[in-house]
């Protein structure tokens, strides 16, 4: 079964940058969908990146500019760089994978982010 492990969060001050990384247990050639999300306390999780096989990437309008998704097929490994930090974007931070168009949606553990100001 697929596992997704994230890492790189940390404490931050406002302006800084973080890169988060989620790693996969297995190959992600073929998967069709790899995404980043936030959830902050009393709010639903939303998704702020995410990108395809074919490497086509959409970033939500929240962090667009400042966000960056990407990836590594050689390592297994989607990230998430995070410039310019606001301390609304504390949160912790979730992967996410769909392996094809009908498969359910795999998560990992998440990664907690806080941004000082």
């Known amino acids: 079964q697929l596992r997704l492990v994230e890492s790189g969060g940390g404490l931050v001050q406002a302006g800084e940058s973080l890169r988060l990384s989620c790693e996969a247990s297995r190959n992600i050639f073929r998967m069709y969908y790899m995404a980043w999300h936030r959830q902050v306390p009393g709010k639903e999780r939303e998704l702020l990146a995410g990108i395809t096989n074919g490497m086509h990437a959409d970033v939500a309008d929240a962090v667009k500019g400042r966000f960056t998704i990407s990836r590594d097929t050689a390592k297994n490994t989607v990230y998430l760089q995070m410039n310019s930090l606001k301390s609304e974007d504390t949160g912790i931070y979730y992967c996410?994978?769909?392996?094809?168009?009908?498969?359910?949606?795999?998560w990992g553990q998440g990664t907690q982010v806080t941004v000082s100001s």
């Open positions: 996410s994978a769909l392996t094809d168009r009908t498969s359910p949606r795999i």
